[in-house]
Each structure stands twice: as structure tokens, then as C-alpha cells.
T-cell receptor, first 110, second 114 residues
């Protein structure tokens, strides 16, 4: 079983919609949870990270971790066509490597 | 500009012909890593380096070698490439390991082995 599971999509939403992206993880020892965004033909870039449980908000983006259910979510409010990308969740294992989900492809249509 | 550079960006080669993909960062980062990205499999770590002369295997190290002789450089070596190493490769670096330090990714190297 892969340590981080993520629905690959694709997910298509109209501009202005609220987007919910989700991951589950298996190792309860994980402490740091991250979301990376990858545009086509580019390397991933860090969007947000959270430590342990709870919510973190940054502009239109909210990251949420529920450690009791081992569930990680990223919410995008007022989605824009420029948000069209692949979103990768990741968490830190022993401190040396990121475990990435397979990524969810998001398309925001005007 | 802070960045991770990789060369070449695109490479087509034949089975068995040794090749090196270079990676360089200008941020004085301690931690560097190589990933491969394949459809349906996502990003998987090949090798990582905690600092100069300190390297270790990731999830998929078979068929690859690395070295870290200088802090800024972390080349990926394929001694005898095979078609199953056709993939998109990313180098990444971060301030250090062991925390939520952002990993900065290079632009990627698309390798095709025929």
C-alpha cells in the first residue's frame, strides 16, 4: 500500500467554484503535510504546508489535516483558470524524504 | 535568482550508453534529491543527499548512481540505461532535511531510452 493515496482525477470545475482535493495516508507518525502544485511541463512548487492537525489558510487556499482519520484536504475558493494544474499532496517520513501522492489533475474552465 | 538547474532538459539515448544528468543549485542548500515521475506512479525518490559526501537510496535506486562532491552539485548517473528508465526526472533541493523546508524543484529532464 502506497503511503499516500490520492485520486488522480481529472477534476473539471467552472471558474468561481470551490474545489476540494483530498488525500489519505497510512503512517500515523507523519507530522508535516504539504501540498505542491505542478503546472504542465514544470517542476512542482510548494503551495502550503501544515504541521500536525488543523487548518491553515493562505488567501484562497485552505489546507486541512484530520489525523484521526488520516485525511488531508486542500480547498480552493473562487477557483480561477490559472489554478489549472496537478496538485500533489505529500508528507514527510523519517525526516529525510517526502512521500508524494500521485497527484490530482484540476481543470478550471472559464 | 534562486534556482535549481538541470541539464540536459531533453535526452534521447540508446540502451547501454552511459549518461549523466547534471543538477546544480545556487541556494547553499544541504539537502538534494532526485525523483522520477511516471504516469500513474507519481513522483518517486531515487536518491538523496543530506550533505557533501553523504548520499542514500530512495524508493527506486536500482540502475542509478549519484555523487555529492560539492554542495551545489548532485549529478545523476545511469551507467547502462534501459528502456524502463524512460521517464521525467526532477532534481530538488532544500535548506536541510528533517522539517517542512520547501523543496525547490528543477525544470525536469525528459529522458527516452530506446
Amino acid at each position: 500500500q502506497k503511503e499516500v493515496e490520492q485520486d488522480p482525477g481529472p477534476l473539471s470545475v467552472p471558474e468561481g467554484a470551490i474545489v476540494s482535493l483530498n488525500c489519505t495516508y497510512s503512517n500515523s507518525a507523519f507530522q508535516y503535510f504539504m501540498w505542491y502544485r505542478q503546472y504542465s511541463r514544470k517542476g512542482p512548487e510548494l503551495l502550503m504546508y501544515t504541521y500536525s492537525s488543523g487548518n491553515k489558510e493562505d488567501g484562497r487556499f485552505t489546507a486541512q489535516v484530520d489525523k484521526s482519520s488520516k485525511y488531508i484536504s486542500l480547498f480552493i475558493r473562487d477557483s480561477q483558470p490559472s489554478d489549472s494544474a496537478t496538485y500533489l499532496c505529500a508528507n514527510l517520513n523519517s525526516g529525510y524524504a517526502l512521500n508524494f501522492g500521485k497527484g490530482t489533475s484540476l481543470l478550471v474552465t472559464p | 535568482e534562486a534556482q535549481v538547474t538541470q541539464n540536459p532538459r531533453y535526452l534521447i539515448t540508446v540502451t547501454g550508453k552511459k549518461l549523466t544528468v547534471t543538477c546544480s543549485q545556487n541556494m547553499n542548500h544541504e539537502y538534494m534529491s532526485w525523483y522520477r515521475q511516471d504516469p500513474g506512479l507519481g513522483l518517486r525518490q531515487i536518491y538523496y543527499s543530506m550533505n557533501v559526501e553523504v548520499t542514500d537510496k530512495g524508493d527506486v535506486p536500482e540502475g542509478y548512481k549519484v555523487s555529492r562532491k560539492e554542495k551545489r552539485n548532485f549529478p545523476l548517473i545511469l551507467e547502462s540505461p534501459s528502456p524502463n528508465q524512460t521517464s521525467l526526472y526532477f532534481c530538488a533541493s532544500s535548506f536541510r532535511a528533517g522539517g517542512p523546508y520547501e523543496q525547490y524543484f528543477g525544470p525536469g529532464t525528459r529522458l527516452t531510452v530506446t
